[in-house]
């Protein structure tokens, strides 16, 4: 990256702190219990863990907007959560942040996505998930519909990002209205999707899958990984969103990215991985921001990629840190 560059990334980052996010997804409490083993039990064949530390982190599109916050953006999160304790801490956690919880409706008929994960070693023994699937009922879905739309029109964010988890809150529905609204006024719209409804984001700006989900979404089994191959995926995925921008990340091969006017496939930097976990919501948060800022689609994918390999040398879901992304970018891209 030349010396112009440097500096346009330098502005770039500033300007984050005017910039106003919406994240509209599943939201959820990441759990870690630690502690160590040292006997079977004798009522099963199993280990018994004596519990020294417990910590929660913000999980989800909870992880997205507090990854969009570290950047410097103000962010609105907008989610389903159940009327329950951990619902009430989600919310307490997210104001900790200085996140706004504005338009996170809590509900009686559904509980708090956690997911807990037990430690012992650095080695994960066991992970207990506390969900609700099921998707929101008629009222609900027709109310939480009104309530992002209220909200995308009085607060008149600059991005909104989706992030979707297949807990049953995006439903074709949730997300054709978004979407629709968004494009009326102007926001800018990225997805990290999943399976269940991997082709309901039509005419979204950024869409944001792995290379699994792809496979996955239309049937290949083997896939030559190479940037004409990837080009051709991104046809295949226009031809049925009519989306913008496709970002393919690659686990230990990079990103891939495309749009109507130029493609980059770049390869991942060395890093001693720690934990994998989150790496997708810091990548999508990251690359919306910078997209929407620069529309420059290598640039973002390429501080993405950097940004997605901090947060893999943490354990547990981390946030990316602006100052340390910022040094990254100066060491890796200059």
Same mark, same amino acid.
């Given at each position: 990256m030349k010396s112009k560059e440097k500096l346009d990334a330098k502005q770039l980052f500033q300007k984050i702190n005017s910039l106003k996010v919406f994240v509209v997804g599943d939201a959820m409490i990441d759990n870690y219990w630690y502690g160590t083993v040292d006997r079977i039990s004798p009522e099963a064949p199993v280990p018994i863990i004596s519990i020294t530390q417990k910590e929660s982190r913000l999980g989800g599109a909870a992880n997205v907007a507090l990854n969009c916050k570290s950047l410097g953006a103000e962010v609105y999160l907008c989610s389903? !959560?159940?009327?329950?304790?951990?619902? &009430?801490?989600? /919310?307490?956690?997210?104001?900790?942040?200085?996140i706004r919880p504005d338009f996170c409706i809590q509900s009686e008929e559904? !509980?708090?996505?956690?997911k807990t994960r037990i430690i012992s070693k650095n080695q994960q023994i066991l992970r207990v998930d506390e969900e609700s699937t099921s998707y929101l009922s008629l009222n609900e879905e027709h109310h939480f519909i009104d309530v992002c739309l209220r909200a995308i029109q009085i607060e008149k964010p600059d991005i909104l990002i989706f992030e979707d988890y297949n807990k049953g809150l995006l439903s074709e529905?949730?997300?054709?209205?978004?979407?629709?609204?968004?494009?009326h006024v102007g926001v800018f719209t990225s997805v990290d999707p999943k399976q269940k409804h991997?082709?309901?984001?039509q005419n979204i700006d950024l869409f944001k899958p792995n290379l699994k989900e792809v496979k996955e979404a239309f049937g290949i089994d083997h896939f030559e990984l190479t940037k004409p191959a990837l080009e051709e995926i991104h046809l295949k995925l226009h031809e049925k969103l009519n989306h913008q921008t496709t970002l393919i990340t690659? &686990?230990?091969?990079?990103v891939f990215v495309r749009n109507e006017k130029e493609a980059d496939l770049m390869p991942a930097h060395v890093r001693k991985i720690a934990d994998v976990s989150g790496a997708g919501d810091t *990548? !999508?948060? *990251?690359?919306? !921001?910078?997209?929407?800022?620069?529309?420059?689609? &290598?640039?973002?994918?390429?501080?993405?990629?950097?940004?997605?390999?901090? *947060?893999?040398?943490?354990?547990?879901?981390?946030?990316?840190?602006?100052?340390?992304?910022?040094?990254? /970018?100066?060491?890796?891209? *200059?």
């Open positions: 389903y !959560i159940g009327k329950d304790n951990s619902g &009430s801490q989600l /919310i307490s956690m997210l104001k900790e942040q200085n559904r !509980i708090t996505t956690n529905l949730v997300i054709e209205k978004i979407i629709k609204h968004c494009k991997f082709f309901s984001y690659l &686990s230990e091969n990079g *990548v !999508i948060a *990251v690359a919306t !921001i910078l997209l929407f800022l620069s529309n420059d689609i &290598s640039f973002a994918a390429q501080v993405a990629n950097l940004a997605g390999g901090l *947060v893999c040398e943490e354990p547990g879901v981390a946030r990316i840190q602006k100052e340390k992304l910022m040094k990254e /970018i100066n060491k890796k891209l *200059v």
